[in-house]
């Protein structure tokens, strides 16, 4: 009867710690979208965890007609699953804008599209499924 006691606690410790990783979600690219008449320059930071994995500026393009992108580098491990944030800003604006990424539903690999508009950002979180090619994806072709 102990050993069996021990099996259960054993097994409920272990897959008690799988359940940390919920809501772990694989980040598949980060693109900016400029909406404004001219053009920017967007500060982001990616945090897996509190820890920052990346760190970058983009320039984008005033939009022409509707909207100037720009796809930035995926020098994370975009194959890892994790707890990560965004925080971007115009380069001249002293406060950041966050989001948590979160997975929708079951799909569990999400890029985010971070939409400059007049005096706001906006993040749009995409599922990697309904796109035939993620940001990062395109960059490696």
């Not at 002293?94 to 799909?107: A, I, K, L, P, Q």
Request: aromatic share 6%; charged share 30%; hydrophobic share 30%.
């Amino acid at each position: 009867m102990k050993r069996r006691g021990i099996l259960v606690l054993s097994t409920t410790a272990l897959l008690g710690g799988c359940s940390s990783s919920e809501g772990d979600v694989q980040l598949g690219g980060v693109r900016v979208e400029n909406f404004r008449e001219e053009s920017i320059t967007v500060e982001i930071k990616i945090e897996d965890d509190s820890e920052t994995v990346y760190n970058t500026t983009a320039s984008v393009a005033s939009a022409s007609g509707t909207v100037s992108t720009e796809i930035i580098d995926c020098e994370w491990d975009t194959d890892a699953h994790g707890q990560y944030s965004i925080a971007a800003r115009v380069a001249s604006d002293d406060e950041w804008d966050h989001v948590d990424v979160v997975e929708d539903n079951s799909d569990s690999c999400r890029w985010i599209a971070i939409q400059v508009e007049s005096e706001n950002i906006y993040f749009d979180q995409r599922d990697c499924e309904n796109y035939p090619e993620t940001p990062c994806e395109l960059l490696s072709n």
